[in-house]
């Protein structure tokens, strides 16, 4: 079955660029009717959509932070990346990658186990 | 943006209870509703989607109904692994906004 997993550093500092990679197995990121996901929840707090990527490579951000936010896809590698730029303690969060699946179901049916990442100096 | 609010947040339940969590959206969303349960350091687990619809796998415990702005879902009879933090989401429209969650405790 498909299974998804995050990868990336644990602790950044202030303004640096977050970078995470969702590896995928079971499954091909150039398959229709998926939409390939970032959910975030920081710390005591809830989940926050940060924004998907389709197969075709059009993407879809959350407003609160589109001019952060770049969501990308390696079909080579399976993957799809989170690159958030300027971050800050705000950004503290557990990351989680998620796939979306259209077609009559419209959720996120399979999640990664999350990586936590901390933003401190 | 849809704005999702559910209650209770943190309800104190036993084992063989009937729990009920409800989800309410600030505007009409039809049936474009899922539940979600998470548990620490586990991967997040769709059980219902489209409101009503129990995802492949899950136990038929659960159940979900509701349409428009309110929506609830059902546990008919708590399990010890049911004991985890609930979260509804609205697909209805992006950006996808989750309810703020429902801590169901011992």
């Known amino acids: 079955q498909v299974q998804l997993q995050e990868s990336g550093p644990g602790l950044m500092k202030p303004s640096e660029t977050l970078s995470l990679t969702c590896t995928v197995s079971g499954g091909s990121v150039s398959s229709g009717g998926y939409y390939w996901s970032w959910i975030r929840q920081p710390p005591r707090k809830g989940l926050e959509w940060i924004g998907y990527?389709?197969?075709?490579?059009?993407?879809n951000y959350n407003p609160s932070l589109k001019s952060r936010v770049t969501i990308s896809l390696d079909t080579s590698k399976n993957q799809f990346s989170l690159k958030l730029s300027s971050v800050s303690a705000a950004d503290t969060a557990v990351y989680y990658c998620a796939r979306y699946r259209t077609r009559a179901v419209e959720a996120f049916d399979i999640w990664g186990q999350g990586t936590m990442v901390t933003v401190s100096s | 943006d849809i704005q999702m609010t559910q209650s209770p947040s943190s309800p104190s339940a036993s084992v063989g209870d009937r729990v009920t969590i409800t989800c309410r959206a600030s505007q009409s969303i039809s049936t474009y509703l899922n539940w979600y349960q998470l548990k620490p350091g586990t991967a997040p687990n769709l059980l219902i989607y489209a409101a009503s619809s129990l995802q492949s796998g899950v136990p038929s415990r659960f159940s979900g109904s509701g349409s428009g702005t309110d929506f609830t879902l059902t546990i008919s009879s708590l399990q010890p692994e049911d004991f985890a933090t609930y979260y509804c989401q609205q697909s209805y429209s992006p950006p996808h906004t989750f309810g703020q969650g429902t801590k169901l405790q011992i």
């Open positions: 990527i389709y197969s075709t490579g059009s993407t």
